[in-house]
DNA sequence: CGTTCCGCGATTGTGCACAATTGCCCTCCG
DNA sequence: CGGAGGGCAATTGTGCACAATCGCGGAACG
């Protein structure tokens, strides 16, 4: 995958109903702009144009302004000149705080995993990264890409529900929100997936065992070896791209440098 | 203070311009409905009606609609029968939940700004709690009144900040926010205002100090007791009110019980 | 040729009207 | 007297129109 390179947006009109009990324009806006700026769909500096938006989800402007304003409000829009909004680039810095936080969210996780003993969905979890390694060799590189930042999130989010703490899994997959800004642009290599299960397993595996120390100790190294990863790339990024000391978010490594205007 | 006992919002109207530069109907709207919430001055069952809200705010249901899908996203107000909204309350399982969480944060947040070493903002901290222990005699029981959560509240704030992790006082600021919603209700005792000042100070000194370890324990036993002092005051209240499991969100300690409709 | 100022188009903020849905009350029937 | 059904009021969702503001382009002037 790689976003359409210009206008990510011309190409994805639909008519906005469903089949659901009731759903309003203004949620299924909310949601499915949501997925498509977290997903790395919209542009560097592109606008996000009200009018533009009604048509594209065939319907007003009014529950386009109230999806944009909740968007703005979770901090994944920003107001650009003159009022306009668009996504809201992050930055290596905040890459570096979110991780930080991360570890520490992930480590209080699998503790409380573990005293939860949660076993049925603890060995569900276990089951199925067993069997993705297993199945590693037959799927090939086409697992290797954007994709499996979504199955790693996974990982973490059952984990995260198996902690028992709402709060816990609801904080997590925020911070995992705003990191996936950059890392669903990461080519990950295959060696990186196989590490990425190995760790995932060993994590899991202790925290079956009910070894809280070991099953924290791992999930750090995991997250800090996920989060050397980013920032690696990051720095590669800006280097590559221009020696300004902001260089990144200015334009990311195959990020179509759209003007400001 | 104790909220206005019965419609928290009658004598409360006010033309919503200012002379800020720009202030749009829907922001005022937004965060002074979010005060007034956090701060307890909505009634528990309390619906949130756009039109009357547009009266009092001297502006019409747009902004208003705004302001409450923002409120709606941040968890602030729920959705009751016939999609009416209100506020969101609180309870006790989800208090713990949001301390357990809270403690590893600050935790963190201790950790990050003895390493920061940003002396100058930590010495003013330390002397500003030094100067409220001296004052504290002159203040009298006044000070100990629903005030000093957030004179309490700024304490970890500006730890937060002085850690340099923006993401890290952004969370500590949303997790105080919620907790904040049951600690307001307390009328905090003179002794226990006493006991802050003191854990305070000896959190500050470790960090001043550079000691890491030792911070961060006297934080974790600082939140502890907090959340302890929280919980207790949660379980008087629905062994206090009615044997029914659920006894505490139906109604607080001194709240109007408002009726369904 | 550069600079400044004006006007215009684009876009957002706000108000309002209409449709639809929901809950409640009253009535009617068993 | 109790329960079911219909009508009504209240409230929210949506669309649209108008006003205000901002930025940009062009023209006029130095």
């Given at each position: 995958?790689?976003?359409?390179?210009k206008d990510a947006a011309s190409d994805d009109e639909r008519p906005v109903g469903r089949s659901a009990p009731r759903q309003f324009h203004a949620e299924v806006v909310y949601v499915e702009l949501r997925d498509q700026i977290l997903g790395g769909q919209v542009?560097?500096?592109?606008?996000?144009?009200?009018?533009?938006?009604?048509?594209?989800?065939?319907?007003?402007?009014?529950?386009?302004?109230?999806?944009?304003?909740?968007?703005e409000g979770d901090g994944y829009l920003v107001r650009g000149s003159g009022g306009s909004l668009e996504p809201a680039l992050p930055d290596v810095e905040s890459m570096s705080e979110f991780y930080d936080v991360r570890i520490v969210i992930e480590e209080l996780v699998v503790r409380r995993a573990t005293q939860e003993h949660d076993l049925p969905v603890?060995?569900?979890?276990?089951?199925?990264?067993?069997?993705?390694?297993?199945?590693?060799p037959t799927r090939g590189p086409s697992f290797a890409g954007p994709d499996f930042v979504y199955t790693d999130e996974s990982f973490h989010r059952r984990l995260a529900?198996?902690?028992?703490n709402g709060v816990l899994?609801?904080?997590?997959?925020?911070?995992?929100d705003r990191i996936r800004?950059?890392?669903?642009?990461?080519?990950?290599?295959?060696?990186?997936?196989?590490?990425t299960i190995g760790e995932h397993l060993e994590i899991i595996?202790?925290?079956?065992?009910?070894?809280?120390?070991?099953?924290?100790?791992?999930?750090?190294?995991h997250v800090q070896r996920s989060a050397l990863v980013v920032r690696q790339r990051a720095t590669d990024a800006r280097t590559r791209m221009s020696r300004r000391p902001g260089g990144f978010e200015e334009a990311?490594?195959?990020?179509?440098?759209?003007?400001r205007r």
């Open positions: 995958m790689r976003p359409p390179p542009p560097a500096g592109q606008r996000l144009v009200e009018e533009r938006l009604a048509e594209q989800f065939r319907t007003s402007r009014t529950p386009v302004r109230e999806a944009l304003r909740r968007l603890l060995e569900a979890v276990r089951d199925d990264w067993l069997a993705m390694r297993a199945d590693l529900t198996a902690s028992g899994a609801r904080i997590l997959v925020d911070l995992n800004t950059i890392r669903i642009h990461d080519f990950t290599t295959v060696d990186r997936v196989e590490a595996d202790a925290v079956v065992l009910g070894d809280a120390e070991a099953a924290a100790a791992f999930m750090r190294a990311g490594p195959d990020e179509v440098r759209v003007p």
